[in-house]
């Protein structure tokens, strides 16, 4: 019994955590299950300056599982990078299905689109280089889209989190699944904010207040994962 307690708080504590842990996860439960495209994809997007900001493959995993448990066919992704999170929506989602994929930057997109055509799911992808608000937003003056989506993911600018959010609200149907990437920052929404680098600051503060609003937002059921640098599914209840 003591055992079992002195377990219980080191768990609650984190510190059952390492790199070795993590690197068994996905050596034992990730890599193995990982399609061989996203792998492709992944070891591409390595040696991009900007490799950090992909999409972590245990997270990717749970995002695959949920697209599944919502039978997702019509789905929105705001932030695409090199395409790894497009690339396992487009992968999942039955041969009908259809993903609008919004980025500013078509030129890391277009690293990943290869991949993309050898894996033969291009033509589920609608690819908008734009900015996303005003995208949600016309798509939003079509009445037939509102409530309409299964499934959206979010990886851009966090200070438009909740705009994005209020906006997908709308857009998707009841029971639907959102699923917002970097919801801890590096793990600095943990920390105090003198000891925090500069570099994170203000993402920081958006993140603390994003994660604050959707932990009072009674139109979903929530579960913040910290897989890769933290994940919030959320789901809408109406």
């Given at each position: 019994?003591?055992?079992?307690?002195?377990?219980?708080?080191?768990?609650?504590?984190?510190?059952?955590?390492?790199?070795?842990?993590?690197?068994?996860?996905?050596?034992?439960?990730?890599?193995?299950?990982?399609?061989?495209?996203?792998?492709?994809?992944?070891?591409?997007t390595?040696?991009?300056?900007?490799?950090?900001?992909?999409?972590?493959?245990?997270?990717?995993?749970?995002?695959?599982?949920?697209?599944?448990?919502?039978?997702?066919?019509?789905?929105?992704?705001?932030?695409?990078?090199?395409?790894?999170?497009?690339l396992?929506?487009?992968?999942t989602?039955?041969?009908?299905?259809?993903?609008?994929a919004?980025?500013?930057?078509?030129?890391?997109?277009?690293?990943?689109?290869?991949?993309?055509?050898?894996?033969?799911?291009?033509?589920k992808?609608?690819?908008?280089?734009?900015e996303?608000?005003?995208?949600?937003?016309?798509?939003?003056?079509?009445?037939?889209?509102?409530?309409?989506f299964?499934?959206?993911?979010?990886?851009?600018?966090?200070?438009?989190y909740?705009?994005?959010?209020?906006?997908?609200?709308?857009?998707?149907?009841?029971?639907?699944?959102?699923?917002?990437?970097?919801?801890?920052?590096?793990?600095?929404?943990?920390?105090?904010?003198?000891?925090?680098?500069?570099?994170?600051?203000?993402?920081?503060?958006?993140?603390?207040?994003?994660?604050?609003?959707?932990?009072?937002?009674?139109?979903?059921?929530?579960?913040?994962v910290?897989?890769?640098?933290?994940?919030?599914?959320?789901?809408?209840?109406?």
């Amino acid at each position: 019994m003591e055992n079992n307690k002195k377990f219980a708080e080191l768990a609650a504590k984190g510190l059952l955590q390492s790199e070795e842990l993590y690197r068994y996860v996905l050596e034992t439960s990730v890599n193995p299950r990982e399609p061989e495209p996203l792998k492709e994809l992944r070891d591409i997007t390595a040696g991009h300056p900007m490799a950090g900001m992909g999409t972590a493959p245990d997270a990717g995993q749970l995002m695959t599982m949920l697209l599944k448990l919502v039978d997702a066919k019509k789905t929105i992704e705001v932030g695409v990078f090199t395409g790894y999170s497009l690339l396992l929506t487009a992968l999942t989602i039955p041969e009908d299905g259809k993903i609008i994929a919004i980025d500013l930057n078509r030129d890391s997109y277009e690293i990943g689109l290869p991949v993309i055509k050898r894996a033969g799911v291009e033509h589920k992808i609608d690819f908008r280089e734009a900015e996303a608000l005003p995208v949600l937003d016309q798509l939003l003056k079509d009445n037939e889209n509102e409530g309409s989506f299964d499934y959206a993911f979010v990886d851009a600018d966090k200070v438009n989190y909740w705009n994005y959010h209020e906006m997908l609200m709308k857009l998707l149907k009841v029971g639907g699944v959102v699923v917002y990437d970097n919801t801890l920052w590096g793990g600095s929404v943990a920390m105090p904010e003198e000891q925090t680098p500069e570099i994170l600051k203000s993402g920081r503060r958006a993140t603390l207040e994003f994660n604050k609003l959707l932990a009072g937002d009674a139109r979903v059921q929530i579960s913040h994962v910290p897989l890769g640098d933290g994940i919030t599914v959320c789901r809408r209840i109406y």
